[in-house]
């Protein structure tokens, strides 16, 4: 096989003492005998006449145009040769894991269009020393092993390429982790309770694990950030615009900024989506916030035309991504990671929301979170490819197909509260775990129990039976789940009894066998307490505690007293 950058097969040059086939050789000094042709030439010679054997010299239009050909052959085989080397260098610098389908399995729609779900994580590994260097913490122990995912973002990808969700899952959130064992380093568990950033010590692939366990969302992918990444990153973007709404200095992740705008770059970068006690309330939920706000803005960056139209920027931008992540091998080459962006970028900034999973303090340890009120919306909403933006990209007023858990939208319906209505959710679709899904979905949207079961026998279409006096409480259900009027029907038991069937084979909401395209979701039902936003609003500035989140010298104090106090030290954009 050839290389690809030689000429045609079977071309060859000749070298320069190879005879060709006809040609004459003479010494020029030889004397050649009178006669035959030589002589006429002779006599030719002596009547003063020459015959030149040279091919008549080219003009100098043909001159050009030969050269600008070797030019043109040239600039091709370069560029060709340059793109090739480019292509290899940015792959040979991707690392890949394999998810082992830990994440579950996307399915498409009725269009045969699938949507995406990839868990973005950032790790807090202090595996080198430059990672030691910008996070710290290994004056002690030296370079570690192993990592924590302090960020997990599940950004989700609608089947139509239309909008996107980004939804934050606070690291300190307690959770099972499912049995795993990283197939890299040879760690192992057989599965524990606790926060849930643990999970990243078994491997990026034990970590998508437990959300899709958590969350009950398929995950495609994943790609991994560290600390250096990000440095990576916000500086081949040539910087970040960001705003916070006072001075801010938190003590803990270094970041020192004045109120107002500023562009940030490399540590000062990091600093700022490190930081949890300069926002909010100074904990995990307000560090959410402000990495929206910056995630924002860098989207922002990406799609404006400065960017990604010029060679320069995107050449570093590209070098710089495909070096500082992680992925799995389903994003493991340069090509399906352009093919990524190019279905980012087709979605409008205004369609793009970013949301924190609702929590609720944990009984056994007040610096613990679990799942909240209003979360399991949040998942079905994302499970389900469900809009939370209107096609204008404002916040949708239509009712959702995972339901209003809320009192009005009850008392149109009943006056009993959802959290009175108990549910017998039985399977018969055959395929495990269906029962599950839709009861768990029901109790997170507040109603007061759903009880599993296997249905007496399959059935093709799912149906909700109510008891006498039950219809109203029955419509309820019916218009949390997406179900029609023509699937209830009355019974002559006590109760409400859902039996699944084989026309809901997956997702809480049910879409029956209909084509047309989901609804929009409720904002206010999934995103009721999730700090939400669009990826359009510029102008939305990071909020700095009020409370005294930091320490100077020994000394509680807000971001914004530890800034005044702080006067000698340059600020992190200085």
């Known amino acids: 096989m050839s290389d690809p950058w030689d000429g045609p097969a079977g071309q060859v040059t000749r070298s320069r003492g190879t005879r060709v086939p006809g040609q004459r050789t003479a010494d020029p000094d030889e004397v050649r005998p009178p006669g035959g042709r030589a002589a006429p030439r002779a006599a030719s010679r002596g009547r003063g006449g020459t015959r030149s054997r040279r091919t008549p010299p080219l003009s100098r239009g043909r001159r050009v145009l030969r050269a600008a050909a070797i030019c043109l052959s040239v600039t091709v085989v370069v560029t060709a040769g340059a793109g090739w080397w480019f292509y290899r260098h940015l792959n040979g610098n991707l690392h890949s894991v394999s998810l082992d389908g830990k994440g579950g399995t996307e399915k498409a729609d009725a269009f045969g269009r699938t949507p995406i779900n990839i868990l973005v994580m950032g790790s807090d590994g202090r595996t080198n020393e430059t990672d030691c260097k910008l996070g710290g913490g290994c004056s002690a122990t030296g370079v570690q092993t192993g990592s924590n995912a302090d960020v997990q973002m599940v950004l989700h990808i609608s089947a139509d390429r239309s909008d996107a969700t980004v939804m934050s899952i606070p690291r300190d959130t307690m959770t099972k982790v499912p049995a795993c064992k990283d197939g890299e380093s040879g760690q192992s568990t057989p599965g524990y309770y606790g926060q849930i950033n643990s999970a990243l010590q078994y491997g990026p692939a034990c970590q998508v694990a437990t959300v899709h366990r958590l969350t009950g969302i398929p995950i495609d992918h994943f790609v991994k950030l560290d600390f250096s990444g990000v440095v990576k990153m916000s500086d081949a973007v040539g910087g970040v615009s960001v705003c916070v709404s006072d001075d801010v200095y938190d003590t803990y992740s270094h970041l020192k900024l004045s109120r107002g705008t ?285 409370y005294k989140t930091v320490t100077l010298d020994g000394v509680s104090m807000t971001p914004a007293q530890a800034y005044a106090a702080a006067r000698n030290k340059p600020d992190s954009d200085s």
């Open 262 to 546: 500023h562009t940030l770059k490399g540590v000062a970068a990091l600093e700022f989506v490190r930081s949890r006690h300069g926002f909010g309330d100074g904990s995990d939920l307000g560090r959410t916030v402000s990495q929206h706000i910056f995630l924002s803005a860098m989207i922002r960056k990406f799609k404006s035309a400065g960017t990604l139209t010029d060679p320069t920027a995107v050449y570093k931008l590209a070098d710089a991504a495909t070096k500082a992540l992680t992925v799995d091998d389903g994003l493991g080459s340069v090509k399906k990671l352009m093919a990524l962006a190019d279905d980012v970028n087709k979605v409008p900034t205004d369609r793009i929301t970013f949301a924190t999973m609702q929590t609720a303090p944990d009984p056994a340890d007040d610096d613990r979170v679990v799942v909240g009120p209003g979360a399991r919306s949040l998942f079905a909403t994302i499970a389900d490819d469900k809009s939370l933006t209107t096609g204008s990209g404002k916040k949708s007023t239509a009712a959702s197909a995972t339901g209003k858990a809320t009192a009005t939208a009850t008392a149109t319906a009943t006056a009993v509260p959802v959290s009175e209505i108990a549910v017998t959710v039985q399977n018969g679709t055959g395929i495990t775990g269906r029962a599950s899904v839709v009861a768990t979905a029901l109790t997170g949207q507040g109603f007061g129990s759903a009880t599993t079961s296997n249905a007496p026998s399959a059935a093709a279409a799912t149906t909700l039976t109510y008891g006498t006096g039950q219809r109203a409480a029955a419509q309820t259900v019916a218009k949390a789940l997406g179900l029609p009027a023509a699937r209830l029907k009355q019974g002559t038991g006590s109760g409400l009894t859902l039996v699944v069937g084989g026309d809901w084979p997956s997702g809480s909401a049910y879409r029956g066998t209909s084509t047309a395209s989901p609804a929009p979701a409720d904002t206010k039902a999934a995103v009721s307490d999730a700090h939400a936003s669009t990826a359009d609003q510029a102008k939305t500035c990071a909020k700095v505690s009020p």
